[in-house]
């Protein structure tokens, strides 16, 4: 069960004419989510990016500040840029630090940086077919891995100590060279992101394979993919569906 949501700009000629076909649409998607509800399934949005681009991208606004010292940080990804380039899956940048990005680097392995150098996991790498990713990292102990698609990597020990500062901005789609700008095409996201979570904990690897097979479990307590407020800017298309 699909519905395709398109967000375009209306000419103030048009604007009147779509307000009723606006309201259909509501309805329409109000009603797919309460029979999946109804039905025991799960009702998520999916984030397309179609092409390449240096303007297109989503800001995710969280429920409470990034004061982080350990976090488990999940979302399912689908792309075909494979071998071609980098790409950005996650970025968290403050006025003077990428404080947490999260990257398939051109070999196929994927990484995430604190504020430096990266911790790098050589996995399968991610493609068409959707992979449901999750990013753990304590800094008490340092210890980091990557869940793919339920399966954990080996662990390594990274940034002990640190701590993710609070007061910048999360996007999707782009890796912003300065607070909330320069950005690069050709390091920006293809494909498709959803069902991203972010916990301020490490959690069990029990609970993160429970998260991979749909089951219900405590969302995100700094982003909760479900409730999660989000900021569109340029050609991104959103996608609702059964998970």
Known sequence: MIQLFHFVQFSPGALKATQS??????????????AAVLAGSVVIKTLVFQTESSDSFVEMLPMKPLDLRAFTLCMRVATELKGEREVILFAYRTRDYDELNVWRELDGRLSFYLSGPGVFFDVPQIEALETHLCFTWNSGSGAASVFMDGRKSLTKIYKKGHTIRPGGKVIIGQDPDAFMGDYDAGQSFVGEISDVNLWDTVLPASTIQDIYTGERVARGNVFDWETINLKINGLVDVVTREL
């Open 21 to 34: 076909d606006k309201m259909r649409l509501l309805v329409v998607s109000f009603l797919v989510a309460v």
